[in-house]
């Protein structure tokens, strides 16, 4: 039972465009969501996360937006760069301090010079 | 100065014997992971301890025990070891106050020939 989903294996971007990530959940317990990125032989490392009572959060080049009534929630990195060519996680818990994530199977993002 | 590190990285065996994966965090965390990425790459919690109390234990068969010999270590034993168990495994730690901003390990490979 896949409560978090990643429907997109894999997504190829122009560098200095819009990549954009998308994750769709079906626990709707779940109550903090987070996206974690992870580079070849390592793993994955935070990236930007997101409570419920939000609908928008934004790091630098990362913004990630929840659509509580769709159960879905997705990354923009804009401008997308070289560097951001990883695995991209999508993660979720039933409470922010909550120790037990769910996550989607990634999608990898390759970023076209 | 690794943050949380695993050895060995590449652990490749015959089906039925026993092995341990061996996790050690340097960042102070009281929370420590073991997590399975399986072929179709979906990342699970295994275990779960706080302060080398086991506080999470998904499914996983008896065969997997973990062990916590202090808070800055979480040692993975694998008893008769079979193929579906080839996977990788990965070790995370968390602090305290913000459980779900999980570091995680490069991730142990292993396969059962």
């Known amino acids: 039972d896949q409560q978090v989903k990643q429907n997109s294996p894999s997504l190829s971007v122009q560098e200095g465009r819009i990549s954009i990530l998308n994750c769709d959940y079906t626990?709707?317990?779940?109550?903090?969501f987070l996206w974690y990125k992870k580079y070849p032989a390592e793993g994955p490392t935070f990236l930007i996360s997101?409570?419920?009572?939000?609908d928008k959060n934004e790091d630098g080049r990362f913004t990630v937006f929840l659509n509580k009534s769709a159960k879905h929630l997705s990354l923009h990195i804009v401008p997308s760069q070289p560097g951001d060519s990883a695995v991209y996680f999508c993660?979720?818990?039933?409470?922010?301090?909550?120790?037990?994530?769910?996550f989607g199977t990634g999608t990898r993002l390759t970023i076209i010079p | 100065d690794t943050a949380v590190s695993q050895t060995p990285k590449y652990l490749v065996t015959q089906m039925g014997n026993d092995k341990s994966i061996k996790c050690e965090q340097n960042?102070?965390?009281?929370?420590m992971y073991w997590y399975k990425q399986d072929s179709k790459k979906f990342l699970k919690i295994m275990f779960s301890?706080?302060?080398?109390?086991?506080?999470i234990n998904e499914t996983v068969p008896n065969r997997f025990s973990p062990k916590s010999p202090d808070k800055a270590h979480l040692n993975l034993h694998i008893n008769s070891l079979e193929l579906g168990d080839s996977a990788v495994y990965f070790c995370?730690?968390?602090?305290?106050?913000?459980?779900?901003?999980?570091?995680f390990g490069p991730g142990t490979r292993l396969l059962v020939l």
């Open positions: 626990n709707s317990m779940f109550d903090y």
């Open positions: 997101i409570s419920s009572i939000k």
């Open positions: 960042l102070g965390h009281d929370t």
């Open positions: 301890y706080n302060n080398k109390e086991l506080i």
């Open positions: 995370a730690s968390s602090p305290r106050t913000t459980q779900e901003t999980q570091y």
């Open positions: 993660a979720a818990s039933e409470r922010r301090g909550n120790e037990k994530l769910t």
